[in-house]
């Protein structure tokens, strides 16, 4: 399976613990975005990457979440003193990006977290 | 906010063509209209995308208009499969490569 792989599928977790996602990207994609999800919602923009660089950080994303792609590979995303409200689908994409936005990305198939 | 405006939920006849539309009145010259699908519990999936010429590919047809204010996701045969949340995105390019997107159009596809 080349496809963009998130690991877990599923977390359950207590309010104040941390937990942290990991998301392999499709190999050579430079670009990797991190999206949050809820129920009858369309994906909620986060953070991006391309290739190391963490160019971009929703101004919705507080200070408990922190996102890393050290050597332009796998990405991790923490989130620190977890809040039932941080309960949410989690979802990466990766792209080969290209100057002017002709792109496509690809999705993982998402980390369900539920915060108690 | 997203830039896109669409239907919150359409119905299908399975085998025949569904028509998705989508207004983007202030995009840019340069912004480029893609759709995107999610079928329950999946992450999103690329479907097909342009700039302004009309496009088709294995999955659909994607028709823009000359003005590029609005354009039309066509799904020429409609299958149950294609049961799924249908957004519409308007590539963001202001120094920035994210993807907004909206709430989508809900297609169910009726046996």
């Known amino acids: 399976d080349t496809g963009v792989s998130q690991d877990p599928r599923h977390k359950i977790t207590k309010r104040g613990q941390n937990v942290t996602f990991r998301c392999d990207p499709i190999?050579?994609?430079?670009?990797l975005y991190w999206y949050r999800q809820t129920l009858g919602q369309g994906p909620e923009f986060l953070t991006y990457?391309?290739?190391?660089?963490?160019?971009?950080k929703s101004r919705l994303l507080s200070d408990r979440f922190s996102a890393e792609r050290p050597k332009g590979s796998f990405s991790t995303l923490e989130i620190q003193r977890t809040e039932q409200g941080d309960s949410a689908m989690y979802l990466c994409?990766?792209?080969?990006?290209?100057?002017?936005?002709?792109?496509?990305?690809?999705f993982g198939s998402g980390t369900q977290l539920s915060v108690l | 906010d997203a830039k896109t405006t669409q239907p919150t939920s359409m119905d299908c006849a399975e085998g025949r063509a569904a028509n998705l539309p989508c207004n983007h009145s202030?995009?840019?010259?340069?912004?480029?209209v893609y759709w995107y699908r999610q079928i329950h519990s999946q992450g999103p999936q690329y479907i097909i995308h342009?700039?302004?010429n009309n496009e088709t590919n294995e999955m659909a047809s994607l028709i823009i208009t000359e003005d590029r204010k609005s354009s039309t996701l066509i799904l020429p045969h409609a299958t149950l499969r294609d049961t799924a949340v249908y957004y519409c995105?308007?590539?963001?390019?202001?120094?920035?490569?994210?993807?907004?997107f909206g709430t989508g159009t809900r297609l169910k596809v009726l046996a």
């Open positions: 994409a990766s792209s080969l990006g290209r100057a002017g936005g002709n792109e496509k990305l690809f």
């Open positions: 190999s050579e994609h430079n670009r």
């Open positions: 990457f391309q290739n190391e660089a963490q160019l971009e």
């Open positions: 202030t995009i840019s010259g340069n912004e480029y």
């Open positions: 342009g700039l302004k």
């Open positions: 995105i308007v590539r963001v390019t202001s120094g920035t490569y994210k993807y907004i």
